[in-house]
């Protein structure tokens, strides 16, 4: 079993629903997480499909929360967005980038195919330093609140159990394999390297 805990960081595309589900989870579980979207803005659902709510990184989880509460309270109060958000400024100021980010971690979810493909396409592309290996793992969350709970309790497991491995490196893909027979889910798996 690793000596120190896990660092942990978690994925999505605006780092606002299932990112950030699952670092409230883990964190709650007493895991080192962070969550990123890997994003060029933050997109938050509109009045309608095509009339998204558009933010920068920058704008913090407070800001999003009264700029919504301003522009329609029923709607945003309706879909779950102003809740999503309140549990978010709780969780941490603002979404943030995960090109942006140098820290290292151990492990990287991704919630989605998508930005799998972006997140090791960003680490490929850094120069290496260390030769530390970090696995990056896709679990495939729709984007929406209850698809958003049970990925993150999924993750959570997950994360639990390669905690508890011996050796990591070689025990990951056995572990990896019994998850998916378990949970009807593919998960996507590389290492890349820092």
């Known amino acids: ?14 780092n606002q629903n299932r990112s950030m589900e699952a670092h409230n989870i883990l964190s709650k579980r007493g895991f080192s997480v962070r969550s990123f979207g890997t994003g060029t803005h933050v997109k938050l659902p509109g009045p309608a499909p095509d009339k998204p709510n558009v933010y920068d990184f920058k ?8 700029d919504l509460l301003r522009k329609d309270k029923e709607l945003y ?7 999503m958000l309140d549990r978010n400024k709780r969780i941490k100021p603002r979404p943030e ?10 492990l990287i979810l991704t919630c989605e195919e998508r930005v799998y493909d972006q997140v090791v396409e960003d680490l490929n592309s850094r120069e290496q330093e260390t030769c530390q290996p970090v696995h990056v793992i896709n679990v495939d969350i729709q984007d929406n609140h209850e698809e958003a709970t049970l990925g993150a309790f999924l993750i959570c497991e997950l994360c639990q159990c390669i905690q508890h491995t011996e050796d990591m490196e070689n025990e990951i893909d056995e572990l990896l394999q019994e998850f998916e027979e378990k949970s009807g889910r593919t998960f996507l798996h590389t290492v890349c390297f820092y």
Do not use: E, W
């Open 77 to 83: 109060t309706q879909n779950g967005i102003l809740h």
């Open 59 to 66: 704008t913090t989880y407070d800001q999003m929360y009264s």
């Open 97 to 106: 980038r995960f090109q942006s980010c140098k820290d290292v971690f151990d």
């Open 1 to 14: 079993m690793p000596s120190s805990p896990l660092r942990v960081a978690v994925v999505c595309s605006s």
